[in-house]
């Protein structure tokens, strides 16, 4: 069974940092693709940033600059520093992990980790 692990949520001023991290467990597959999401009051979650298993990356337009997803292979675990933090950036942060079983894709999601941030 696929489990995922949030932590690092809290509450930041505006301008302030903060880390993230996703500890993935459970699965024997290697290719992969993890990522994190997020989802503010009344809005559609939205895809923050993602990393696959060659360590590739992308990024929501508008975190570039300011957000770093990053991941350790030998513990299971991907991260997300976050720094320059907005008001905006207030949400709940979902993370994310696609897994290539044999020809399948397989979808799994964390429980969810709020950031708040202050003005």
């Known amino acids: 069974q696929v489990q995922l692990v949030e932590s690092g949520g809290g509450l930041v001023q505006a301008g302030g940092s903060l880390r993230l991290s996703c500890a993935v467990s459970?699965?024997?597959?290697?290719?992969?693709?993890t990522g994190w999401y997020r989802q503010a009051p009344g809005s559609q979650r939205e895809l923050v940033a993602r990393i696959n298993s060659g360590g590739s990356t992308n990024y929501a337009d508008s975190v570039k600059g300011r957000f770093t997803i990053s991941r350790d292979n030998a513990k299971n675990t991907v991260y997300l520093q976050m720094q320059g933090l907005k008001p905006e950036d207030t949400a709940v942060y979902y993370c994310?992990?696609?897994?290539?079983?044999?020809?399948?894709?397989?979808?799994?999601w964390g429980q969810g980790t709020q950031v708040t941030v202050s003005s």
């Open positions: 994310n992990t696609k897994i290539l079983a044999h020809t399948t894709w397989q979808n799994y």
């Open positions: 459970g699965s024997t597959f290697s290719i992969n693709v």
